[in-house]
């Protein structure tokens, strides 16, 4: 797939979620875990949302178990503990694979960009590695796990700012 706007996933909710609602915005994709030492960048990230989904943001959580079984919820335990212990009101989807013979389609498109490729190959090392996508569907950069959410505000505030 060549167009990140003919990519889809399903929601946490089970319904469809078509990226080409997305035209025009700036976008962070996530893969996300309940139970890892990095679990507390929802709230990071939830902050970043509120603080300029009205400017174009949006953040997207997709929860994967990959690493460390550190999600084996469902999506409604994923849902219930991502609101309960974070106030998460960004768009969650449906639990994925992020490596593998069962890559989601949208992670594949992601590691299959210039600016998408790790450091060290294109396999997502671990819980929290973030994609950053400009207002036009590229993929700008990838941020390790370690990179806190705070952290990518002056790069969103950037392209938020882009024509």
């Known amino acids: 797939m060549e167009d990140f706007y003919q990519l889809s996933a399903?929601?946490?909710?089970?319904?469809?979620?078509?990226?080409?609602?997305?035209?025009?915005k700036v976008v962070l994709i996530v893969n996300t875990a309940s139970k890892c030492g990095f679990t507390p960048q929802f709230e990071g990230l939830e902050k970043l949302y509120q603080?300029?989904?009205?400017?174009?943001l949006v953040v997207l959580g997709f929860p994967c178990n990959q690493f460390?079984?550190?999600?084996?919820?469902?999506?409604?335990q994923i849902s219930e503990f991502c609101q309960i212990n974070?106030?998460?009101?960004?768009?969650?989807?449906?639990?994925?694979?992020?490596?593998?013979?069962?890559?989601?389609?949208?992670?594949?498109?992601?590691k299959s960009q210039p600016q998408g490729k790790g450091m060290l190959g294109d396999a997502?090392?671990?819980?929290?590695?973030?994609?950053?996508?400009?207002?036009?569907?590229?993929?700008?950069?990838?941020?390790?796990p370690t990179k806190a959410p705070q952290d990518l505000e002056t790069d969103i505030k950037a392209l938020l700012a882009q024509p």
């Open 68 to 76: 460390g079984q550190q999600d084996p919820g469902n999506e409604a």
């Open 51 to 56: 603080a300029y989904k009205d400017q174009g």
């Open 124 to 144: 997502i090392k671990w819980n929290f590695t973030k994609f950053l996508v400009d207002p036009h569907g590229r993929v700008v950069d990838r941020f390790a």
């Open 10 to 24: 399903t929601d946490i909710r089970g319904q469809l979620f078509d990226f080409d609602t997305l035209r025009g």
């Open 86 to 110: 974070y106030g998460v009101t960004f768009p969650m989807m449906a639990k994925v694979d992020v490596n593998g013979k069962d890559t989601h389609p949208v992670y594949q498109f992601l």
